[in-house]
């Protein structure tokens, strides 16, 4: 058997790891030949591609990035028909003698995964976003990584916060989901943690800052970048489009910071966290996932099952149809958000 494996969407810390543990099984065990395309889609189309084998993932797991590269380029031209760019990446698989694909991605790869396997290329998804916002799965890789490195910012600026009584906004990423604000703000105990899914009046914001001052302590606040104030319906979006034609988010904490210090009289300072998230080493936890979801892939090529996505369950990597897992958004429920807002003001 000949498997191709692919990487599109943001890079999420684990993915190396995923290659490497899909390969020494697939490859050692199961006997396939595995080929990895470079820079996702570009690599796929432009026939870029390196095998891959035990030498080629030598000690991988612990790398950040991935060694394949990743991009935003969608395997079918803007604008083109989609029975056309369908009938383009069956041809190319065949022309590379495919069995099969490995797509390692989150909400948007999935949803190609899926369309690619009811077309006619069999498919299977690795799931991967540090935002933690895919169905069918309890966790991501990637996302552990995020909330630690997010937890250590917070922890930072609240010593040099506290030192000058000053509040501290801090912006992580999460453009629909705020999984990564929530975790960070619980495990460096936040006195906000601002999400998109439930949005704050500025008014309440500034209720919780003062309320923090009149204790003696200075604020954190951490707002995940998709994070709306009550009453603007839209987030706060920089200009231009990202790589899949959506406005691009990020900006909330400088916008966010003068409305406080305006509000409370307090001197607010914004920090936007970035890409500093996503990058480095991933945890052990991430490493571990990471690589027990590659074998598990490898797995369900052996035993046919295509179209289907390796998502953790409790402690278990199952293979989930992919119906259940595209398009749906797994967004932070309002229960979690009361066991965060325990900490606010
Ligand atoms: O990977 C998802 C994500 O982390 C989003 O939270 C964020 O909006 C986006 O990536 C940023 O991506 P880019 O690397 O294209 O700027």
Same mark, same amino acid.
């Given at each position: 058997?000949?498997?191709?494996?692919?990487?599109?969407?943001?890079?999420?810390?684990?993915?190396?790891?995923?290659?490497?543990?899909?390969?020494? %099984?697939?490859?050692?065990?199961?006997?396939?030949?595995?080929?990895?395309?470079?820079?996702?889609?570009?690599? *796929?189309?432009?026939?870029?591609?390196?095998?891959?084998?035990?030498?080629?993932?030598?000690?991988?797991?612990?790398?950040?990035?991935?060694?394949?590269?990743?991009?935003?380029?969608?395997?079918?031209?803007?604008?083109?028909?989609?029975?056309?760019?369908?009938?383009?990446?069956?041809?190319?698989?065949?022309?590379?003698?495919?069995?099969?694909?490995?797509?390692?991605?989150?909400?948007?790869?999935?949803?190609?995964?899926?369309?690619?396997?009811?077309?006619?290329?069999?498919?299977?998804?690795?799931?991967?976003?540090?935002?933690?916002?895919?169905?069918?799965?309890?966790?991501? *890789?990637? *996302?552990?990584?995020?909330?630690?490195?997010?937890?250590?910012?917070?922890?930072?600026?609240?010593?040099?916060?506290?030192?000058?009584?000053?509040?501290?906004?801090?912006?992580?990423?999460? %453009?629909?989901?705020?999984?990564?604000?929530?975790?960070?703000?619980? +495990?460096?105990?936040?006195?906000?943690?601002?999400?998109?899914?439930?949005?704050?009046?500025?008014?309440?914001?500034?209720?919780?800052?003062?309320?923090?001052?009149? %204790?003696?302590?200075?604020?954190?606040?951490?707002?995940?970048?998709?994070?709306?104030?009550?009453?603007?319906?839209?987030?706060?979006?920089?200009?231009?489009?990202?790589?899949?034609?959506?406005?691009?988010?990020?900006?909330? +904490?400088?916008?966010?910071?003068?409305?406080?210090?305006?509000?409370?009289?307090?001197?607010?300072?914004?920090?936007?966290?970035?890409?500093?998230?996503?990058?480095?080493?991933?945890?052990?936890?991430?490493?571990?996932?990471?690589?027990?979801?590659?074998?598990?892939?490898?797995?369900?090529?052996?035993?046919?099952?295509?179209?289907?996505?390796?998502?953790?369950?409790?402690?278990?990597?199952?293979?989930?149809?992919?119906?259940?897992?595209?398009?749906?958004?797994?967004?932070?429920?309002?229960?979690?958000?009361?066991?965060?807002?325990?900490? *606010?003001?």
């Amino acid at each position: 058997m000949r498997i191709g494996v692919l990487c599109s969407g943001g890079d999420s810390p684990g993915m190396n790891a995923a290659i490497r543990g899909a390969v020494l %099984r697939g490859v050692d065990v199961h006997g396939f030949e595995m080929v990895g395309f470079m820079d996702g889609w570009r690599g *796929f189309h432009e026939g870029d591609r390196i095998p891959l084998d035990r030498a080629a993932v030598r000690g991988l797991s612990p790398l950040g990035g991935v060694m394949l590269g990743t991009s935003r380029v969608p395997p079918f031209a803007r604008g083109s028909d989609p029975v056309e760019g369908l009938r383009a990446v069956r041809d190319r698989a065949a022309e590379y003698g495919l069995d099969g694909l490995l797509l390692i991605g989150g909400n948007g790869t999935q949803t190609v995964t899926s369309l690619l396997n009811e077309g006619g290329v069999p498919t299977i998804g690795l799931p991967k976003t540090i935002d933690n916002d895919l169905g069918g799965t309890d966790y991501t *890789f990637g *996302f552990d990584t995020a909330v630690s490195i997010a937890s250590e910012a917070i922890d930072r600026l609240r010593t040099t916060g506290e030192s000058h009584r000053r509040c501290m906004v801090l912006e992580v990423m999460g %453009r629909d989901a705020g999984w990564i604000a929530l975790h960070a703000g619980m +495990a460096a105990g936040a006195q906000v943690s601002l999400i998109p899914e439930f949005p704050e009046s500025i008014e309440q914001i500034g209720e919780w800052v003062l309320s923090v001052r009149d %204790r003696g302590r200075s604020s954190l606040v951490v707002v995940a970048e998709g994070f709306r104030l009550a009453g603007v319906d839209r987030a706060v979006t920089r200009e231009g489009l990202d790589g899949f034609g959506r406005p691009r988010l990020g900006g909330v +904490a400088e916008v966010l910071a003068p409305l406080i210090e305006q509000r409370t009289g307090i001197e607010t300072r914004a920090t936007v966290l970035g890409h500093v998230q996503r990058g480095g080493s991933p945890t052990a936890f991430d490493r571990v996932l990471a690589t027990r979801t590659g074998i598990a892939a490898a797995d369900a090529v052996l035993a046919g099952q295509w179209g289907t996505m390796a998502g953790l369950r409790g402690d278990r990597i199952e293979m989930v149809p992919l119906e259940e897992a595209v398009g749906r958004l797994k967004t932070v429920p309002p229960e979690r958000y009361e066991e965060a807002r325990l900490n *606010f003001g």
